[in-house]
């Protein structure tokens, strides 16, 4: 227990120092958009704690919200702001051409309505994120609660394990069913297969707009990947 609590704590300060190096990629007087999660969490810490004066920031979870006006960081809307720079936010797997699940969070849905949104995509994880292929994580997938019997079958005929997510609601008001068995070989193709089943709202794969780039907290420090290379560097 004493070893799986010093791996935690561990886990939790590459984290944390990934989200601190995403402070680079904040202009000054700019929107920003701020996702969901431990590792988003760290990030609106490091922006509240830093010198950079925002104009505003859209957050991807009635959480993030709350959090950002604690810090006193003002929260926008994409009805009232203009498009963020950029898009700051976790992951629960990156593969090496930055495509993501996310969603093990719940907040999907905001996450990638307001990553599309953003001109950049910074995703923040810890190196235990990083796979060579997607898929060991089951796939989240918001789903209008009426239609959850159906959209569990249809599910099933792509070839996936659905579980309902007990006792959770998300922010829209709708249900998660985590899937598990899913084939992600090609990871865009099943996107748009989930996306095309009536009831679902959205999926946690995200392959049509992937990450630009993704810090990931190591132990020697934070390495930055690119899209399409896969190439690490130090920063
Ligand atoms: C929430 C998410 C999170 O970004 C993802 O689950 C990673 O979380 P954490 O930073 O806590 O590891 O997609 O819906």
Same mark, same amino acid.
């Given at each position: 227990?004493?070893?799986?609590?010093?791996?935690?704590?561990?886990?939790?300060?590459?984290?944390?120092?990934?989200?601190?190096?995403?402070?680079?990629?904040?202009?000054?007087?700019?929107?920003?958009?701020?996702?969901?999660?431990?590792?988003?969490?760290?990030?609106?810490?490091?922006?509240?704690?830093?010198?950079?004066?925002?104009?505003?920031a859209?957050?991807?979870?009635?959480?993030?919200?709350?959090?950002?006006?604690?810090?006193?960081?003002?929260?926008?809307?994409?009805?009232e702001?203009?498009?963020?720079?950029?898009?700051?936010?976790?992951?629960?797997?990156?593969?090496?051409?930055?495509r993501?699940?996310k969603?093990?969070?719940?907040?999907?849905?905001?996450?990638?309505?307001?990553?599309?949104?953003s001109?950049?995509?910074?995703?923040?994880? @810890?190196?235990?994120k990083?796979?060579?292929?997607?898929?060991?994580?089951?796939?989240?997938?918001?789903?209008?609660?009426?239609?959850?019997?159906?959209?569990?079958?249809?599910?099933?005929?792509?070839?996936?394990?659905?579980?309902?997510?007990?006792?959770?609601?998300?922010?829209n008001?709708?249900?998660?069913l985590?899937v598990?068995?899913?084939?992600?070989? @090609?990871?865009?193709?099943?996107?748009?297969a989930? @996306?095309?089943?009536?009831?679902?709202?959205?999926?946690?794969?995200?392959?049509?707009?992937?990450?630009?780039?993704?810090?990931?907290?190591?132990?020697?420090?934070?390495?930055?990947?690119?899209?399409?290379?896969?190439?690490?560097?130090?920063v």
């Open positions: 227990m004493v070893e799986q609590d010093t791996t935690d704590a561990m886990r939790d300060g590459m984290k944390r120092a990934a989200a601190e190096a995403a402070l680079e990629y904040v202009a000054p007087d700019s929107v920003i958009g701020v996702g969901t999660g431990s590792t988003a969490e760290h990030f609106i810490d490091a922006l509240g704690s830093s010198e950079i004066p925002l104009e505003g859209v957050p991807s979870s009635d959480a993030t919200a709350h959090a950002l006006a604690a810090r006193g960081i003002r929260v926008l809307t994409l009805e702001g203009p498009r963020p720079e950029v898009y700051v936010d976790g992951a629960d797997e990156a593969d090496p051409e930055l993501l699940i969603g093990a969070g719940g907040a999907l849905t905001r996450e990638k309505v307001v990553a599309n949104a001109r950049a995509f910074v995703c923040i994880c @810890d190196e235990s990083l796979v060579d292929a997607l898929g060991a994580v089951p796939v989240p997938v918001e789903v209008v609660p009426m239609a959850v019997p159906f959209v569990a079958s249809m599910i099933e005929g792509l070839g996936g394990r659905p579980r309902l997510r007990e006792d959770f609601t998300t922010d008001g709708n249900r998660i985590d598990e068995g899913l084939s992600l070989t @090609d990871p865009l193709a099943i996107e748009l989930l @996306d095309a089943v009536p009831g679902v709202v959205e999926n946690g794969v995200f392959a049509m707009r992937p990450a630009d780039i993704v810090l990931a907290g190591a132990r020697d420090g934070v390495r930055t990947i690119r899209a399409k290379t896969g190439d690490g560097e130090d």
